[in-house]
Every structure is written in structure tokens, then in C-alpha cells.
């Protein structure tokens, strides 16, 4: 006998039967014992905090779960469903830690249960679980993620003001026991002293003051204990480029450097980096927020790709890393999803100039060719140099430049920066100046230095542009005026192809202002338009168009649609829109902004000068 759900057989019924009384795939019994710990979780706070609660008909299937232990039910429920709260995610993703603590708590839940409450059933509950822990350990094997102290601090702040809510809310819970009517601040006070296991100055009747102080105090206790932990655990140090690693990947730029123009940034030395297992390729990757996030195409030979992607993808499951891959090519989104089975999506297009194909003649390049030649009027000029070729002074001028021009606290790009200039080993990288004599400023520190554009080696024939900076008092106009002189300048240092920024959502910009285009692509072009108020996508687009370049689709691959906010969000961090560094409180800036939504980027005042154009 068989079933047969729409010409397809889903399987013999007493097969099914049997994979039911086997119980859950052993895949999915992480994802189910978070849920029941999220559940339960919040099941325990609940009882702990609300006198109803307890009393009402839910408590009869709460006091039969792990928390709610005795004439402490309160505290220790509280206690339980925050702790249980906090493993969830670890069991969801994994994590052998998490696991350990599991099966530590359920034995002591299942003897509390039985001690305090004398309750079967409790225990019963709580060793099946633990049975079910035990018996899948093997799902249980992630390794921890790197982590630091700022763990420490930001468990505290998180514990700390979550422990300030739910205090105000047991405080609060009992009102007709309340002795009097406090105020917010005296309530407020009282939180704050049972959490140090003080009596404060709000009084009840009934014997609520011990539930009310033992609640709080478990609050505290906990709040206290896992910020000890994260404070002294041993430390994982997050993955770092060795000399040996460098070493390698240099070499395999230099067979294959050609193919990709983020090739050159595989060279940041806050990533990590896994080899396929002939050496002839190799992933590059940092780990932000529990995402194992790659960028640009595997380096090195094509035919070698599928061995370092798997490597990658082990050591993303060894982890519990969710895997992603930000600005990979057409070719490497391909093979990607053919050795993965992932998902690629397009995120923008990068801009590439032809410099065979570049002239500033013809009513294309007006706008361009007239700014040039303003600003050249105006009395600057322009040098376009490999960085080899640079005196030790100038370099170091250079370098202060763009340090003190930078107009954030933290160095932004990850996927398509290198994060520093004048590297020894970055000989062949193109760094183009502007310069202007200043008489009223002829102290200072960049002597006639106004604007800094960095170019990154593409292989022997081509370059990729990586930051752009320029003084504030420099003449509006001075990215077009770099860009313009180092492809005119390219033929001469060997150049053929100069890769410019990267403009996401390009196509549904260009598509959306189409005659013909319909109201969905509409409606989707006016939102980017909106949001380009606060991130540079329609000004970027525009900036890049007009050098006339070929677009380049890029994509990011992704295990699972609702995977993509977190994958954005760790892409945020990692490009430094999202830091926790803490800001130097009264320091005034003396650099021009340099936002940017990727690391190829054009600079806020560009974005004033593309408007104004």
C-alpha cells in the first residue's frame, strides 16, 4: 500500500508510521530542542514573574517543565527560563558548549523536580530530553566562534538592562500586596538593590517580599556569573593571514591574478583563509556575527575551485558558521551553487573601463571632460605612479594623508579594500595625486597634497580602485580628476582595464528609468531613490556612468532566503558601518567623510559633486 499526493508516492504508510516512532531526523533535533528551549524559556519567566500566570491553568503544564522547582519556583523559574533563553541559540546552531550545559542543568532539574515539587512527570520530561541530548550528541560537535572581550561588556549591558526591565515588572506584579504607593523611583531603587541582594525600600505583605528579593536576586547572580564567563573564558582568537598564507596567495595571484579584479583584496591580513587540498586554490573569509563570509571568486586555478569551497563549507559546518559569499562573479556564483548548493542572487554591478575604448571627446563626456579641465584651470595637477616608484617621504605623506582624511574613526571596506598603502609587497598597486601650491597653507603637513586615489594590482594588465581621499579645502571635482588621469595615464604603467566602483541594485536603477518599465521595477527604483538619501546607490550609479564603462554583474550566495538579513548585517559590520568601538568623545575631525555601502567607493563630498553635476 502506498500513498500518492499528486501522482507522486510519498512513501509506504507503515514506513511513515515507523519514521515517526523513530522520532525527528537527527538534523533537525538542534533546530527542535531550541524551539522547546525558546518555549520553555519563556514559559518559566512568565511563571516566575506573574503571580497569575502561576495560578491560571498554563502553570498546570509549567510546573511539570524544568524551572520551576519548589517554594523558590519563583526565582529558580526565572533563572531557568533566562538560561534556557540564552542556550537556545547555541543548540539551534550546534554548539558543543551549549550542549554541555544542557545536559549539566537537566539532571539538576529533573532531582529539583523531584525533591521540591515530588513531581513525576517533571523529572520524567526532563530526563527524555536529556535522553534525546545524549543519543544525538553527534549533532551537538560546532566548535565556538572567536570571540573577545567586548563580549564581556556587551553581555553585561544586554543582562544588565534586561534585568532592570523584568525587575520593574516583578517589582510591579504584586500590586494589591504592595505596602503603600511607591513611586517609579522608589521601585526603581528597589531593583536596583535586590540585584545585590539588598532589601530596598518597597515593602509587601504576605510573604511577597521574599519571592520579590529571591526573583531579584537570581537576577543579579545570573547577569554577574555569565559576564564572569565571557570575561575569562579562553579566548579563540579570530582567523588572521600568516606570512606563510600570504606567501601562497601571492603566488597563485600571480598564475591567476587576471581572472578577478577582487583578487588583490584576498590579501587583507584580518582574514582567514582555506586551501583546496592541491594548494592550487584557496577561500578567503572573516567571521562576523557567526557568518563565514567570503568575498569576491576563489583564488587560483578554476579547476580547483571545488576543493577549496568544500574545505570552506566544512569548516563553516565545523563551526555552525552560516556560509555566504558577497560579490563573487557570474562564473564563480556558478560554480558555487553547482558545489554547494547554494543560492546567488545579483547584488549590483561593478563599473570596468576599457582603456583602449576611453576618450573624454564627444557629448557623452562633456560633463566629465568640462570639470577637468576647470580644475586643472584652477592650477592643479595631477601624478600617476606605480607605488614602488615613490620616495620612502612622499609615501609617508601619502599614507598620513589618507589617515587623517578619513573621515570616520573606524577604516571601512572589507570585500573590496586592502586596508592599507605602501605596503612592500604591494609594489605594483598605482597610487594617483593631485597637487596644488597653497600659499596660505604652506605648513602643512602634505606639503601640496589635495587628493589620493589608490589602485590595487588586476593581474599584470589591469588595476581595481580601492579608496579614494582628498583634503576639505580641495576644489570640488577631484575623483573625476584622478580617474581621468590614471586612465590616461594607463597605457604608459602597462595598464589595459581599470575597475572602478561597485553600484548596487545598478540594473533595477537603469531598468526602472526606462520607458516601458513596469510599476513593480517603479515602485522598486523609487525606494532605492529614497534610501539613496542616507546610502550612496542611485549618485553611485551615476558616478560610475559617466566614464562609460561595462558592467559586471556581482552576486552573493547564501544557504537560505531568511538567512539574508543576518548575512547583511554581518557584511555591515565587516565592511565598518556597524562597530563597537567606542567612539572618542570630544575629538574634532579633521578628515572628509568617506561613506561607503562597499569598499570601491566614491567619498561623501563626490556624492555633492555627482549632484551637482
Known sequence: MSVTVDGDKSGSVPDRVRQILRGPRPERVPALVGTACTLIGLIDIAAGVFPRFRASRMHAVAEVLPGTLGPLSAALSLSAGVLLLLLAHGLKRNKRRAWRAAVVLLPLGAVAQFVWRHSVTGAVLSL???????????????????????????????????????????????????????????????????????????????????????????????????????????????????????????????????????????????????????????????????????????????????????RFMDEAKAHSWTPAVMGCSETGGQVWTRETGLDALELGDEAIVDVSDFSLSGRAMRNVRQMVKRIERNGYTTKVRRVADLSDGELARIHRAAEDWRGTDTERGFSMALGRIGDPGDGDAVIATAHKDDPENADS?????????????????????????????????????????????????????VSLNFAMFRAALARGEKIGAGPVLRVWRGLLVFLSRWFQIESLYKFNAKFQPRWEPRFVVYRKSRDLPRIGFAAMQAEGFVTLSLPRPLTRRTRTTTPRPCAHIVPSQAEHEVRAA
Open 128 to 310: 527524555v530530553l536529556l535522553t534525546l541530548l545524549v543519543r544525538h550528541r553527534d549533532q551537538f560537535a560546532a566548535l565556538p566562534d572567536p570571540r573577545s572581550r567586548w563580549r564581556a561588556l556587551a553581555n553585561f549591558v544586554l543582562m544588565g538592562a534586561g534585568s532592570l526591565t523584568l525587575g520593574l515588572v516583578i517589582v510591579s506584579a504584586h500590586p494589591r500586596r504592595i505596602v503603600g504607593s511607591p513611586s517609579l523611583a522608589d521601585r526603581l531603587e528597589h531593583v536596583l538593590y535586590g540585584l545585590f541582594g539588598i532589601e530596598g525600600p518597597v515593602g509587601y505583605t504576605g510573604g511577597v517580599d521574599w519571592t520579590v528579593g529571591y526573583s531579584l536576586g537570581a537576577l543579579g547572580m545570573l547577569t554577574a556569573l555569565t559576564t564572569i564567563y565571557f570575561a575569562f573564558r579562553p579566548e579563540h582568537p579570530a582567523a588572521r593571514l600568516t606570512e606563510d598564507d600570504e606567501t601562497k596567495l601571492r603566488a597563485l595571484l600571480h598564475k591567476h591574478g587576471a581572472r578577478d579584479s577582487l583578487g588583490h583584496f584576498a590579501l587583507r591580513r584580518d582574514k582567514g583563509v582555506v586551501f583546496s587540498p592541491s594548494g592550487k586554490a584557496a577561500v578567503c573569509y572573516r567571521v562576523v556575527s557567526g557568518v563565514m563570509l567570503a568575498s569576491g571568486d576563489p583564488i587560483g586555478d578554476v579547476e580547483a575551485w571545488p576543493g577549496a569551497i568544500e
Open 445 to 497: 603637513p602634505y606639503g601640496d597634497l589635495k587628493a589620493i586615489i589608490h589602485f590595487v594590482p588586476w593581474g599584470t594588465d589591469g588595476i581595481s580602485l580601492e579608496l579614494m581621499r582628498r583634503d576639505r579645502s580641495a576644489d570640488p571635482g577631484m575623483n573625476e580628476l584622478l580617474i581621468v588621469a590614471a586612465l590616461q595615464n594607463a597605457p604608459r604603467l602597462g595598464i589595459e582595464r
